[in-house]
């Protein structure tokens, strides 16, 4: 090689050198501005590819590959330029020459990846076919029918999802109720609408992990995160701009959207998230705008998904009967039907369902899966539960026989005394509040029912108790330490066997059918005993409770026995003794050895003489004495026991009279006081009295009335008075109810003045003097501010309910009523003024029953805009001479629900929305008064026919 040669080989490689560090400053302008043209074909393929993914498609691989490349030169690229910043563009020869060498070397990687671009049909589609479709269908198999629970439900949850102002949808039920079912089906019914641009389902379960709810909505979407990048941001960035359904099924526990990086849905964004869960709080704690209850299936729903599970077996004329009892004990759970009938199939030995029926009646995990497949999925809503004491009130709901309605002051009394919290508390009041939270929390749980006949029960379903007993079953594999002995509701005529009741801690008897307790069971451990409504029970034997030492609850309400054994005496540790409704008690011993009593119940009973030894019970708490005859009672005595919080003796033989009433200011700790008195002079002038009065929690007071149900937990109640007592107003203003039964010398309230402004429940009822209610010319501007109720019967001479025009213009009276019932009030002939209205907006239920002379129900000048804007349900019952509900047309926004009965001359109805197209609820009439109604056009009448029920 000569010497030229030599030379040129060199010179290459010299003048590139030379180049890195004469060329950095154009070099870097170079790098910016391909940089920034890479990022704009960059911006425009991501785009393409976040456009196709919601439709179905996925990001190609090759492309994906191309993207990930970009970024990372643009990372390194940004470090280049930092490094020149920071030296500005340094002297340094060394440091200019590394920097030139990398610049040139991200020229050729920029040049390297736009040679990819132009490869022939690589870009031509940025995505293909995905994996990852818009909706992923589920397996399911709903119980069929077109009006069947399930239907119905499903329908209520779509039209939820379907409804602009519902961002957060709860579907909530015990375990095994059929919410992922249900869920499953929304699900389906996804792929054939274009709703959301894609739906998303998580099953969340037990352990609640946020970064694999990320790392499966990732998935779902096709995204793939690097170790170290942010998901929540990633996240959130791709579903913002999707139309998103989000399936969270069986949450157990809330957690921030935020923190995961899920938009939160609202109206702009039309997204919305669904949530399974067995409790009603976690979806609250979610922010859920409607929560869904599933409930069980009907018995008729129950039978055909049974026999589905079955087969043929159950049809057959031998083994059908039982059948069906073994199908009624799944009590609706299509988890259980499933698991039992699967375990059934085939059977078609009468003597085999027998053995099965016998199995589940008595809570026994003896049919194939029932322990596996449905006891242990139940258990988890049991041991999910947040400490001990909850889960202690759902087992002792389990003493209750089955689909009972459990009065809840019994539950939280017996309870709460078993398990000590009177202890922690300063009083039974207190202990009360902390019982309630906890059932309401178990509410939450789904683990009790609410009951539609008022706030006073609640109810446990059957499987729910089935789990119960099982969980404190001695023979059970769960190892809970407490164990119960269970046989409410099973009709026993024989007590259950000596050996049985030694080593339980509960046991329950109630509503059985014995009617001898001859034994002399060794109860070591037993804490509770209900025999309560056994009511052919007639005698104990004389020790019956020697081996009881530590017994503290003791229920013999309801039974036949006519003494109680000396051995009583012996339950040295007993907390409360209730012996409510025994009519035929006649005796029972000295109490005073029971030095641990707290709560002693002898209302309704038969005992003709007050219990000797009452004055030694100094922890007696609580003393209802009510519907009693006793010859006597020492009222001095009970006034005296020093630690009495609440005390009821309404409706005895003989009234208490005031004076005798009036040494109760003595009872220092007092907080709840139910009587009856004859009168109210004696005390009720007294200063120390009010004070004294003021300061109970709750009462309930009597004046010469028969027995009232209560309205609300500060009431009185006047009735069959000859002249309205005297000096009621000081009492008045303390109540949150009035009751007035047959009260003579009353024609209206305004006599009360400002001692009617606390009155939430107002009952007027055979008041014949009653000519009105309230005149506002003698009232003052807040009488009956807080009035939610008014009840008004049998008023003959009631003119009207309210006089003298209506309230002055700032006047807040009536502006909380929510319920009106107006019956047998001959005289009315219309409820309302027109300005009257105005105080009505939050009027919610009006019924208006045999007012035979009333014309009208609002005798109208000019009606306000927008009145009855609440008003859900509407009666009209027995109106003879009805002839319009106001003569100016007006229209009910909210009505629910309208019932027109015999009430012949009414020829017109009310609108029942702003917009006849948005017409709801429905109207129940009979059919001639229906068919005789005047319409303004056709199309009203199409409409409205749509929601008339008939007769």
């Given at each position: ?635 001095a005595m009970i006034y005296g026991l020093p630690s009495l919080e609440e005390v009821s003796m309404t409706n005895l033989e003989e009234h208490v009279d005031g004076a005798t009433f009036s040494e109760a200011v003595n009872m220092k700790r007092l907080r709840s006081l139910s009587i009856s008195v004859s009168n109210l002079n004696g005390f009720i002038a007294l200063d120390m009295f009010h004070r004294w009065f003021s300061g109970l929690t709750s009462f309930h007071v009597t004046v010469k009335s028969a027995f009232c149900l209560p309205l609300s937990n500060k009431q009185i109640s006047i009735g069959e008075c000859d002249k309205f007592p005297c000096g009621i107003e000081g009492l008045i203003k303390y109540a949150f109810s009035l009751d007035l039964y047959k009260s003579k010398g009353l024609t209206s309230l305004s006599k009360f003045q400002g001692d009617l402004k ?194």
């Amino acid at each position: 090689m000569d010497l030229w040669e030599i030379i040129l080989f060199f010179w290459a490689p010299i003048c590139r050198h030379i180049g890195y560090f004469k060329d950095l400053n154009n070099n870097v302008e170079t790098l910016n501005r391909k940089t920034k043209k890479l990022k704009r074909k960059h911006d425009e393929i991501q785009a393409e590819v976040e456009d196709a993914i919601p439709v179905g498609k996925r990001q190609k691989t090759l492309v994906e590959n191309w993207l990930t490349e970009v970024r990372n030169t643009e990372n390194q690229v940004d470090s280049i330029r930092l490094e020149l910043a920071l030296r500005r563009i340094c002297t340094d020869h060394s440091s200019r020459y590394t920097l030139g060498k990398r610049v040139v070397e991200k020229l050729e990687d920029i040049k390297k990846l736009n040679k990819k671009l132009k490869a022939k049909g690589v870009f031509d589609k940025v995505a293909e076919s995905s994996r990852h479709p818009r909706v992923l269908e589920k397996q399911t198999s709903l119980p069929r029918g077109q009006q069947s629970t399930f239907e119905q439900t499903l329908e209520e949850i779509w039209q939820c999802l379907n409804e602009e102002e519902n961002g957060i949808i709860g579907i909530c039920g015990m375990g095994g109720i059929g919410k992922t079912t249900l869920m499953k089906e929304i699900n389906n019914r996804c792929t054939n609408t274009r709703d959301f641009d894609v739906v998303i389902w998580i099953t969340v379960s037990k352990d609640l992990n946020l970064g694999l709810i990320q790392e499966e909505i990732g998935n779902r979407l096709g995204m793939k995160f690097d170790r170290n990048e942010d998901k929540v941001d990633k996240l959130f960035a791709r579903l913002k701009n999707l139309r998103y359904l989000l399936i969270l099924d069986d949450l157990w526990e809330s957690f921030s959207l935020i923190q995961v990086g899920i938009p939160k849905p609202d109206k702009q964004n039309r997204c919305k998230i669904a949530i399974t869960s067995r409790s009603v709080a976690v979806c609250n704690a979610m922010g859920a705008d409607k929560s869904i209850k599933v409930r069980a299936l009907t018995t008729e729903e129950a039978w055909n998904l049974f026999c589905e599970t079955c087969g043929d077996a159950v049809l057959l004329s031998e083994t059908r009967p039982v059948a069906e009892e073994v199908a009624k004990e799944c009590s609706g759970l299509p988890l259980a039907i499933k698991t039992v009938g699967g375990a059934m199939r085939g059977k078609d030995k009468k003597e085999v369902w027998r053995n099965a029926l016998r199995a589940l009646e008595g809570a026994s995990p003896e049919v194939s899966g029932m322990e596996r497949q449905v006891f242990l999925p139940l258990k988890l809503s049991y041991d999910s539960l947040e400490n001990d004491e909850i889960k202690s009130c759902f087992l002792y709901c389990s003493l209750f026989p089955e689909d009972y309605l459990i009065p809840i002051d019994v539950l939280v009394r017996y309870w709460a005394m078993e398990e000590g919290f009177i202890e922690n508390v300063n009083n039974l009041e207190e202990a009360s509040n902390k019982g309630h939270d906890i059932l309401e929390r178990m509410k939450d749980a789904c683990l009790l029912e609410k009951v539609s006949c008022g706030n006073e029960f609640v109810r446990m379903h059957d499987l729910l108790r089935d789990l119960a007993i099982w969980i404190t079953s001695p023979s059970s594999s769960s190892i809970e330490g407490t164990k119960f002995l269970v046989k409410a509701g099973e009709g026993l005529v024989q007590p259950p066997e000596e050996k049985m009741w030694g080593g339980v801690v509960r046991i329950s008897l109630i509503c059985s059918k014995i009617k001898h307790l001859q034994i002399t069971p060794d109860c070591p451990n037993l804490v509770s005993l209900f025999l309560n409504q056994n009511s052919q029970l007639r005698t104990i034997h004389s020790n019956f409770f020697q081996l009881m030492p530590k017994l503290q609850i003791l229920d013999l309400s309801a039974t036949g026995i006519e003494s109680l054994p000396m051995s009583l005496l012996l339950l040295v540790n007993l907390r409360v003794l209730s012996l409510r409704y025994c009519k035929d008690l006649v005796e029972v011993p000295p109490l005073g050895k029971l030095k641990e009593l707290q709560i002693l119940d002898l209302s309704e009973s038969g005992l003709k003489n007050f219990p000797q030894g009452i004055a030694s019970l100094v922890k007696l708490k609580r003393l209802d004495i009510s519907l009693t005859s006793f010859t006597t009672i020492p009222y001095a005595m009970i006034y005296g026991l020093p630690s009495l919080e609440e005390v009821s003796m309404t409706n005895l033989e003989e009234h208490v009279d005031g004076a005798t009433f009036s040494e109760a200011v003595n009872m220092k700790r007092l907080r709840s006081l139910s009587i009856s008195v004859s009168n109210l002079n004696g005390f009720i002038a007294l200063d120390m009295f009010h004070r004294w009065f003021s300061g109970l929690t709750s009462f309930h007071v009597t004046v010469k009335s028969a027995f009232c149900l209560p309205l609300s937990n500060k009431q009185i109640s006047i009735g069959e008075c000859d002249k309205f007592p005297c000096g009621i107003e000081g009492l008045i203003k303390y109540a949150f109810s009035l009751d007035l039964y047959k009260s003579k010398g009353l024609t209206s309230l305004s006599k009360f003045q400002g001692d009617l402004k606390s009155l939430r429940d107002l009952r007027v009822d055979e008041c014949s003097e009653v000519e009105c209610i309230i005149d506002w010319r003698e009232v003052g501007d807040d009488a009956f501010q807080c009035l939610q109720r008014l009840d008004l019967y049998s008023l003959p001479n009631l003119e009207k309910v309210f006089d003298g025009g209506a309230p002055p213009p700032l006047n807040t009276s009536l502006q909380n009523l929510r319920r009106i019932w107006v019956d047998e009030c001959e005289k009315l002939r219309s409820l309302f003024s027109s300005s009257m209205v105005e105080q009505l907006h939050q009027l919610e239920e009006l019924t208006i029953m045999k007012c035979f002379q009333m014309k009208e129900i609002i005798a109208v000048d000019k009606l306000p805009h927008n009145s009855f804007p609440k008003l859900r349900v509407l009666r009209l019952v027995y109106l003879r001479e009805l002839e319009s509900i106001c003569s100016q047309r007006f229209m009910f926004i909210s009505l629910e629900e309208m019932k027109v009965i015999s009430c012949p001359m009414l020829k017109k109805l009310p609108l029942f929305s702003s917009s006849i197209h948005e017409i709801k609820g429905n109207i129940e009439g009979e059919r001639e008064w229906w068919e005789g109604l005047e319409w303004e056009d056709e199309k009203a009448k199409s409409l409205y026919t749509r929601i008339y029920k008939g007769p």
